[in-house]
């Protein structure tokens, strides 16, 4: 039964608590963003679908990117004046599809070129930007060769008056900006920048801030790297109705700017990365964007560039018109541990007691942390204190003596690895899992890697979470701006790291970027077995969403994400042992509507996808529906001729799941 949107009074602030142009009307509730909305909330006020119909929820429809030899499924599609878009493939072909029916309405790509072809990013594009120029819908993209793109949203071509004719054999004449052009590095138009001197591709869309289009980069993994060179990944700015270029900013500071003196040799002449590959966000009321990086060039050694090295893994914030700092924060001072920011920052409006209302942006970190500052001067909202961390033993490495810890809200995931983490259900399991750590140097938050020489015979380190733990880009987090809560994905998972000789490192890559040998670089392997019972060595739970009331800075809740795997629930070794609910171990892809908190996760047997429902306050289960495939990245949800819609993204496929009204309107036209 079709229950009626009412725009309740709470509502009428949507547009400027999720800093959104979301239409939001009794038939329509649009999806603006990649995250839903500028704030990146990835909420919905929509609530035709609620705790009582949930498990009535069917598939209205599939769409299949396969075609387009779409596999990553990290797009989240953007529907606005009616229509849904996306990108999909290594290609990124922008897609348009009818929102009733999932029929393909339009498709668009670049021809290729060798810059696209080498791209390491390119099927993991994330989604579009959407702006209207004198009522007209334009989209926009970046593409994996580092060309913005801007398409006539009715038709999907070119937009006429954008960019110039790029020097590349059927490239359009019109709709194009060649953005390495505005980098500063010489480049062949069709090749792209030489490999020698580095590489940048693209992984997030541009977002679109009043008259501005602002566009993050990504460079070579950092664990691909073994030598020193590379470019930075600065961010740049175009005109949106011209793509004129407006501004550049030094993601690595260079003499005379702020932040230089953390360079402490020449090493910013040389150094690159500090991508910004995580999309980012903005108070267009403010002119700000959001920019969170990743660490400069080389992922677990950084001993040719010593300092704290900013903007390495930092949130920046930059006026949206000039590109002129705002305010930033180093969340990890010269990073070694892949701790880059995975995910786009979070703004929500809160109700702290005894303060007035606070624009609050929050980061949420692979380490486990939610850092949050007011959005407009940078401040903490709460105090944020420096503690002391391990030194390096690796040869040449200094690492900075402290890292930032926030005193509030407490860590969503096991920070450190100590035996008091090591499972212990039975005094045997307990037993072989200090056997097998003991070959492993264990230790807190931000043990730092050893090198090659195994030290004391040690095959690696620890590093927990790992750079595939915590948060991360695969399971982006979620709000709510109607109560202040916020809601964080996260796995336990750590990492082992050692270096090698960045001689060694750098045989095993096959196309390395530089030309200079890092003295250390990333190891081969290193990472602990499963136990003899095949039980993982740490405590569960081994996935959670962990909810915050964020006006208070504490935990609402912590459950569970998905079903106690099969492998742990029978094994042998646990019989007779109450061991509860595990988590499945993914971290969970989710969004908030109106009236509850949806992710997506894995049953028991690790292969039957689920789409859950719970409560917003507490975290109790409200419904729970088995669905066509498994969700790898977001979830979007809005609102289409009066009928709510859930986008999940499996792998090529978008699935959409509606109730049996909608379905059934759809296959009446």
Not at 424 to 429: C, Q, V
Not at 538 to 566: C, Q
Request: glycine letters at 10%; charged letters at 20%.
């Amino acid at each position: 039964m079709y229950s009626r949107f009412l725009m309740l009074p709470a509502l009428l602030l949507l547009a400027k608590i999720s800093l959104a142009q979301n239409l939001v009307t009794e038939e329509t509730v649009e999806w603006y963003t990649l995250g839903g909305d500028y704030a990146h909330t990835r909420y919905t006020p929509a609530n035709e679908i609620t705790a009582d119909n949930f498990e009535d929820l069917e598939v209205a429809w599939e769409w299949d990117g396969s075609s387009f030899n779409g596999y990553s499924g990290r797009s989240t599609p953007t529907y606005v004046d009616g229509k849904l878009y996306t990108v999909s493939g290594p290609r990124r072909n922008v897609v348009a599809i009818d929102p009733k029916t999932g029929e393909t309405l339009w498709a668009y790509r670049l021809p290729n070129t060798g810059r696209w072809e080498y791209s390491m990013r390119a099927s993991y594009g994330k989604g579009i930007a959407y702006d209207r120029i004198d009522g007209r819908g334009v989209i926009y993209i970046s593409t994996p060769g580092f060309f913005l793109v801007a398409l006539d949203a009715q038709t999907g071509r070119p937009l006429e008056g954008f960019g110039k004719q790029i020097p590349i054999p059927d490239f359009p004449e019109t709709g194009v900006v060649d953005m390495l052009a505005d980098l500063g590095h010489p480049y062949d138009p069709f090749e792209g920048i030489p490999l020698e001197t580095g590489y940048i591709t693209t992984s997030s869309p541009p977002i679109i801030v009043n008259d501005s289009i602002i566009v993050g980069n990504s460079a070579e993994q950092g664990y691909l790297q073994a030598r020193i060179e590379n470019i930075p990944g600065d961010i740049l700015a175009y005109d949106k109705h011209t793509g004129v270029f407006k501004w550049k900013f030094n993601v690595i500071p260079r003499p005379g700017e702020y932040g230089h003196e953390t360079w402490e040799n020449d090493a910013w002449q040389w150094t690159g990365d500090v991508s910004s590959w995580a999309p980012l966000t903005a108070d267009p009321e403010n002119n700000i964007v959001y920019v969170p990086t990743n660490p400069p060039t080389i992922d677990y050694y950084g001993g040719f560039r010593p300092g704290d090295g900013l903007f390495g893994t930092s949130l920046i914030a930059l006026d949206t018109e000039t590109g002129e700092r705002r305010w930033h924060f180093q969340t990890v001072k010269h990073d070694v541990w892949n701790y880059d920011n995975p995910a786009a920052p979070i703004q929500l409006d809160l109700n702290i007691p005894g303060r007035e209302m606070v624009p609050a942006v929050m980061q949420v970190t692979k380490q486990g942390f939610v850092y949050t500052f007011d959005r407009i001067t940078g401040e903490p909202i709460w105090p944020i204190e420096n503690r002391p961390v391990p030194a390096s033993e690796v040869p040449g490495e200094k690492l900075a003596t402290t890292q930032p810890f926030p005193t509030k809200p407490p860590p969503f995931e096991q920070q450190g690895l100590s035996e008091t983490d090591l499972i212990d259900f039975t005094p045997e399991l307990r037993r072989e899992a200090l056997e097998v750590m003991s070959s492993y140097k264990m230790g807190p938050l931000f043990n730092p890697p050893i090198h090659d020489e195994n030290i004391a015979g040690l095959i690696s380190a620890a590093m927990c979470p790992g750079d595939g733990g915590g948060a991360n880009i695969y399971a982006p987090p979620a709000a709510d701006p109607t109560t202040g809560f916020l809601y964080v994905p996260s796995a336990n998972n750590c990492s082992w790291q050692r270096v090698i000789p960045g001689e060694e490192a750098d045989a095993r890559i096959d196309k390395p970027t530089g030309t200079t040998f890092a003295a250390y670089a990333n190891g081969p392997g290193g990472r602990p077995p499963r136990l003899s019972s095949g039980l993982p060595y740490v405590k569960p739970p081994y996935s959670t969403v962990t909810a915050y009331n964020m006006n208070t800075g504490e935990i609402a809740f912590r459950i569970p994400a998905g079903e106690t795997p099969d492998r742990v629930r029978n094994n042998p070794a646990l019989e007779g042992i109450e061991v509860g609910n595990t988590g499945s171990g993914r971290a969970p892809s989710m969004v908030t509507t109106g009236n509850m908190l949806i992710y997506a996760s894995l049953d028991h047997d690790g292969q039957t996808p689920l789409l859950y429902a719970v409560d917003k306050q507490t975290g109790a289960q409200l419904g729970r529906i088995e669905i066509p495939g498994e969700v790898r990245y977001g979830m979007s949800s809005w609102m289409h001729d009066r009928h709510q819609y859930i986008v999940l993204q499996a792998g090529s496929k978008l699935i959409a799941m509606a109730l049996p009204a909608a379905i059934d309107e759809a296959e009446s036209h």
